[in-house]
């Protein structure tokens, strides 16, 4: 019996895992996923969007350099910001979904600087708590050990900054969901 469970678990898995590289063949089929054909210092915002698609969210900095937002969900686990400067070309891209980027998540950030920082939240999975006046924001990303995890971001309800984050795994009905890095 338990030699069952454990192939069981093996073919859910797999199954996991190539549903998730179906995922992102698809979309690469649209447009580039990460942008890795783009070069820093060559590529202009013109090639950015025209290889990663309308950003979902972009941002004018105080030295007219932009910084554009592209998350890969809600069922990815990326999220790219793409830094182009005054000139309009590209500085770089970089994934934030990961541990290194929510270490720079602090107290007293707004929920804009958040928002910045690692881009817009999964909508159907932002929530209000009434009775602790709270809004949590909340993230899809791959963990170090391969596994998916959910990075959540609590914010005042009355000011909306940040009173603290928490990160945790997904269960998959089987143990941990397996998202390969």
Not at 18 to 27: D, N
Not at 107 to 136: C, H, Q, S
Request: net charge neutral; proline share 5%.
């Amino acid at each position: 019996m338990e030699t069952y469970r454990s192939e069981r678990r093996k073919l859910a898995r797999w199954r996991a895992a190539a549903l998730a590289a179906l995922w992102a063949a698809v979309l690469c089929g649209c447009a580039s996923y990460n942008g890795s054909s783009l070069a820093p210092g060559k590529s202009t915002l013109q090639d950015v969007l025209a290889t990663m698609g309308k950003p979902a969210a972009q941002w004018t900095l105080p030295d007219r350099s932009m910084r554009l937002s592209y998350p890969r969900g809600p069922s990815g686990y990326h999220s790219f910001m793409v830094d182009i400067d005054a000139q309009g070309r590209l500085q770089g891209i970089r994934d934030v979904m990961n541990q290194e980027t929510f270490n720079h998540i602090s107290r007293g950030m707004t929920e804009d600087d958040v928002v910045r920082t690692i881009g817009p939240p999964v909508p159907a999975w932002t929530n209000y708590f009434a009775a602790r006046k709270e809004l949590v924001l909340e993230w899809h990303y791959c963990n170090e050990s391969s596994q998916g995890a959910r990075f959540d971001v609590l914010l005042d309800g009355d000011r909306h900054d940040v009173r603290g984050t928490m990160s945790w795994i997904e269960d998959c009905g089987f143990g941990p969901c397996a998202c390969g890095r």
